[in-house]
């Protein structure tokens, strides 16, 4: 934190023009050694190669954004009610950035916030998840190849048991001007107190919940396709996967037998580095137990097992990708987000049903749903208590675009021309006596 706070006062001082020219020379190191870094991901997370490259992609395309994004950092000048003044706003650096980020996307999580910050003028404290570090390490590198100075962009790998204490530190100390944090909304509630005792800026990516909708007009076979795409992307240890499908009933059967068949046909689960893998196994033990919780759960409770339903063969850390039908909103798949290769499928009745049950959570991140009608369209997109709305598309998140969630999934958005003013803050200059 101390060498961030040294640094800062000339990192932010220096012309946007060069801030931008170094984050885009980090980012033609990082297209210059993506296999290597895809590599890492996959080696310390589990994912497959392919989605792993997509990371890295996606990840080096938020420091390009950012990169042009520091020279668009406009102030105002506001017409004064006095003939003697003149009134300005300028927008500076918050200061150091306190940057804690999780394991299912080790690169991607890291670049979304450090691209923004180092854009503004800030300096950063980055805290990657325990279990992947490797990463953030490897962004360090990149960052001091391209000339990113020392102090600017700083790694503080932990252990599991020192994460809490860690994450305390960077709350409390009053160098640390600004917390941006992406995981789960218990962790996030605790970091919000400890900032609240400096008064701190927060930004918050919290946990989902995501419904994904097929209503009766819906082209059933895009529906399928999306729903794979959203539900088992990562092994469905992504915030904004799916995790309640609710199919309106004239078209559920159809849609359960054509999911249930592009699951078996589609889905690979393997070693992520076999080029035909799809699924890898999960982060840990304990989130395989999770599912399996959930699975049991809802079986005791009358839902049915269409495909999967259990650990898969190669190791204790693989599960085979789940389908579950007669699944009712008493069960706790639908009630917590599972983060796992589970899509439990509710049938609804009514438009009105459907977005009862999608709202009648306390988290709002990111939702789908498939519809043809244009009027329904326009409803339900409005009606639905989320950040993000995916809308006949299963994959949503760009880098152009604002990303961000509402209710107990967070504050504050991340990429697009917003995500840059979570570094900056407002200044008021009134200029008299002219």
């Given at each position: ?6 640094a800062?006062?000339?990192?932010g ?5 060069e ?17 290597e870094?895809a590599?890492?991901?996959?080696a310390?997370n ?9 990371e890295?992609?996606y990840?080096?395309s ?5 990169a ?10 506001i017409p004064a009610?006095a003939?003697?003044?003149?009134v ?10 306190a940057?804690i ?7 991607a999580?890291i670049?979304?916030k450090v691209?923004?910050?180092l854009?503004a003028g ?8 325990e ?6 390490l490897?962004l ?21 048991q ?9 709350c409390t100390?009053?160098?640390v001007?600004?917390?941006s944090f992406?995981?789960s909304t218990a ?18 990516e919290l946990?989902g919940h995501a ?17 794979l795409?959203?539900k088992?992307?990562n092994s ?10 609710l199919?309106?009933k ?8 054509k ?8 889905l690979h ?5 076999d080029?035909k ?11 395989v137990?999770?599912v399996e919780k959930h699975i049991?759960?809802?079986v005791?409770q009358g839902?049915?097992?269409v495909t ?5 063969s190669?190791g204790?850390?693989?599960f ?13 798949c639908t ?9 439990p499928?509710?049938r609804f009745?009514?438009e ?5 049950i999608a709202n009648?959570?306390n988290?709002?991140l ?12 326009w409803?339900?997109a ?6 993000m ?7 949503i ?7 961000g969630?509402v ?28």
């Amino acid at each position: 934190v101390r060498a961030a706070h040294e640094a800062g006062a000339a990192w932010g001082r220096l012309p946007a023009k060069e801030r931008s020219a170094r984050l885009r020379r980090w980012y033609e190191l990082m297209m210059e050694n993506k296999e290597e870094l895809a590599r890492i991901i996959t080696a310390e997370n589990g994912k497959p190669l392919k989605e792993a490259q997509g990371e890295i992609m996606y990840s080096a395309s938020f420091l390009e954004w950012f990169a042009e994004e520091a020279r668009r950092i406009y102030g105002d000048v506001i017409p004064a009610s006095a003939k003697d003044r003149r009134v300005l706003v300028l927008k500076q650096p918050v200061g150091v950035a306190a940057i804690i980020t999780p394991w299912n996307f080790p690169s991607a999580m890291i670049t979304r916030k450090v691209g923004a910050a180092l854009a503004a003028g800030c300096t950063v404290v980055v805290k990657p998840a325990e279990d992947t570090p490797l990463s953030a390490l490897a962004l360090g590198e990149l960052a001091n190849q391209a000339g990113i100075p020392a102090g600017v962009y700083n790694v503080v790998p932990c252990s599991r048991q020192q994460t809490a204490a860690v994450g305390e530190v960077l709350c409390t100390d009053p160098l640390v001007s600004k917390i941006s944090f992406t995981g789960s909304t218990a962790t996030g509630k605790i970091l919000l107190k400890h900032a609240a005792g400096t008064v701190k800026r927060v930004s918050m990516e919290l946990g989902g919940h995501a419904p994904f909708i097929v209503f009766d007009s819906a082209n059933v076979d895009r529906a399928v396709a999306g729903a794979l795409a959203s539900k088992y992307r990562n092994s469905g240890q992504t915030c904004v996967c799916t995790n309640r499908f609710l199919v309106q009933k004239g078209i559920h059967d159809e849609f359960v037998e054509k999911f249930a068949k592009a699951i078996e046909k589609e889905l690979h689960v393997g070693n992520g580095f076999d080029a035909k893998t799809t699924q890898g196994p999960l982060i840990n033990e304990k989130a395989v137990e999770k599912v399996e919780k959930h699975i049991k759960d809802a079986v005791a409770q009358g839902a049915s097992i269409v495909t999967g339903g259990k650990r898969h063969s190669l190791g204790k850390n693989f599960f085979e990708p789940t389908l579950l039908s007669n699944v009712t909103t008493k069960m706790l798949c639908t009630q917590e987000e599972t983060f796992g290769p589970l899509a439990p499928v509710i049938r609804f009745e009514t438009e009105a049903e459907a977005v009862a049950i999608a709202n009648a959570v306390n988290v709002g991140l990111a939702g789908y749903f498939y519809s043809q009608d244009p009027a329904q369209i326009w409803r339900v997109a409005e009606q639905l208590e989320l950040g993000m709305v995916g809308v006949n598309e299963g994959i949503i998140s760009s880098v152009e675009c604002p990303f961000g969630g509402v209710k107990e999934s967070g504050l504050g958005r991340e990429g697009s021309k917003y995500g840059i003013d979570e570094y900056l803050e407002m200044k008021y200059v009134c200029f008299g006596g002219l």
